[in-house]
């Protein structure tokens, strides 16, 4: 999945399915203002992890006009009876270039910069327990390099790993780091936006 919207912003998908079907799933909506992005990676790996993280998708791009807070809350609840999972959802700013968001679990957040920074998801399992949802704003300059990944990718790597992370283009930095840092026990997926 690839676009490069009209506004400067450059991004792009990239994952590996341990089995046929992969239980990580991503959702990218692009509206004028802002693009709405979700990080959905489904307990466990197959297809009825596929299942789930498929209906987490669609029920972000129904209601993905809520507050981010309020939408987490209604996929917990949406969610619940299932084998559960992670998440990140967040909406970028476009014009302010601030990305607010709310994750929970194991789920990786990271920005490569002048300045680079690794987010701090709150804990818990969407579908069995979650804590009040707090959003967060991530302030971020031209040029950076917003990564976001399920647990299937080893996360501890860091700028030194992938000296070039700055200078490619999305596409290129989420194949690669598939490419470096997929386990291969487990489903990963990875989304890379440049703003
Ligand atoms: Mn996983």
């Known amino acids: 999945m690839a676009l490069s919207t009209n506004f400067g912003v450059d991004y792009f998908v990239a994952e590996r399915a341990f089995d046929q079907v992969s239980g990580d799933a991503v959702l990218v909506d692009v509206t004028q203002e802002q693009i709405f992005v979700g990080l959905i990676d489904a307990a466990g790996h197959g297809p009825r992890a596929h299942a789930v993280s498929q209906a987490a998708c669609t029920f972000l791009e129904e209601n993905k006009n809520e507050k981010l807070p309020v939408l987490m809350q209604a996929l917990h609840e949406k969610l619940r009876g299932t084998r559960g999972g992670v998440a990140i959802i967040g909406k970028l700013d476009?014009?302010?270039?601030?990305?607010?968001?709310?994750?929970v679990?194991?789920?990786?957040?990271?920005?490569?910069?002048?300045?680079?920074?690794?987010?701090?998801?709150?804990?818990?399992?969407?579908?069995?327990?979650?804590?009040?949802p707090i959003e967060k704003i991530l302030q971020l300059e031209h040029g950076d390099v917003i990564v976001m990944h399920s647990d299937g990718l080893r996360g501890q790597f860091d700028i030194n790993d992938y000296s070039e992370i700055l200078k490619h283009d999305a596409r290129a930095i989420a194949r690669n780091l598939i490419e470096k840092f997929a386990k291969n026990e487990d489903d990963s997926i990875c989304l890379v936006i440049r703003v």
């Open 94 to 103: 476009v014009t302010q270039l601030q990305l607010t968001y709310v994750g």
């Open 105 to 132: 679990g194991n789920i990786t957040l990271r920005k490569f910069g002048i300045v680079s920074t690794r987010e701090v998801t709150q804990g818990g399992i969407i579908g069995y327990q979650l804590r009040t």
